[in-house]
């Protein structure tokens, strides 16, 4: 009898492919929802700038002026030592956290809050931005990163600015080494080896001389789990003309 395929395996959830969240000690959301961030405004102080192994971006500790400390993603530009505000009445600067009917259209922004006081969830990964296209009657429309127009409410707050960390993917690893220590910090499973490659016992497709499959791609019709691999339900294979 074969072994399990991976896809069996990383379904029962064990350490090898379960995400390192304890180490992500870092929670990015914006200020709760108090009085200030409803009808005042609060500066605060960048005091460091870190990194966090659960998020792609950099993170900016903030200090405010009341002695709270929060996280934000860094936006390009910001450095140790610049002040951020937040709040309804906040002047809308480089890293400051607004509603978004109290920012100016046209502006670039990220963290995007999906409901009031929500805490951020949308535009978050490093190089990312959206831009506040109109605010109307119905809500704020806002231009996504995938070009796609999304309405909000105007009580829904964001972060102006673009996060910092763009260029991650333009430094090339040059070794297989330095992907195994990024792939080890995610916790994902690395390196992957394809069925192909395996012996009989561990996938379908393994075993035979030379890299083939040994049968058809495509998943029989009614396969069991562990069988249920290659094509699955294709509507055609092969070369298009």
Known sequence: MGKRIISQRRGRGTSTYKAHSHRWNIAINHRRYDEIEQEGSMSGVVKDLTHCAGHTAPIAIIKYDNGEYNYIFAPLGMKVGDRVNTGAKAEPTLGSTLALRNIPEGTQIYNIETKPAGGGSLV?????????????????????PSRKQKLFNPECRATIGRIAGGGKKEKPFVKAGNKFHAMKAKGKLYPRTSGVAMNAVDHPFGSGRGRHAGKPLTAPRFAPPGRNVGKIKARRTGKRN
């Not at 109307?136 to 231009?143: M, Q």
């Open 124 to 144: 978050r990964a490093s190089g990312a931005t959206a831009k506040l296209s109109t605010i109307t009657e119905k809500g704020v429309l806002v231009i996504m």
